[in-house]
């Protein structure tokens, strides 16, 4: 089981970037998907995440009207769509599945698959 996160680079304030994780090896149509990212020196956070139907979808609240998440089942990829960027979204940004639901949809632990994360830097 594979999940490439790619689509990562430098973008100056205000900009915009796509972020894409493609799953392979198994499918995870039925799941969660969704979007985490850890600046140097701080925790992982939750980002995004978008249920298997694309009904249920989740942020945080920082990033809020910026971005969007979206996912294509067909090609069992999910997408982040990132506009208005700000410095402060600078970090590696890591996709993720959820196959359980012990826990919630917003913590690190509720995820069982990771990619290998993208940077994502923005200037000022």
């Known amino acids: 089981v594979q999940l490439q996160a790619y689509g990562g680079g430098l973008v100056q304030a205000g900009g915009f970037l796509r972020l894409s994780c493609a799953a392979s090896?198994?499918?995870?149509?039925?799941?969660?998907m969704g979007w985490f990212r850890q600046a140097p020196g701080k925790e992982r956070e939750f980002v995004a995440a978008i249920s298997w139907s694309g009904g249920g979808i989740y942020y945080a609240d920082s990033v809020k009207g910026r971005f969007t998440i979206s996912r294509d089942n067909a090609k069992n990829t999910v997408y982040l769509q990132m506009n208005s960027l700000k410095p402060e979204d600078t970090a590696v940004y890591y996709c993720?599945?959820?196959?359980?639901?012990?826990?919630?949809?917003?913590?690190?632990?509720?995820?069982?698959?990771w990619g290998q994360g993208t940077q994502v830097t923005v200037s000022s």
């Open positions: 993720a599945v959820r196959t359980a639901n012990y826990y919630s949809i917003y913590e690190v632990k509720a995820y069982d698959y």
């Open positions: 090896g198994r499918t995870f149509s039925r799941y969660v």
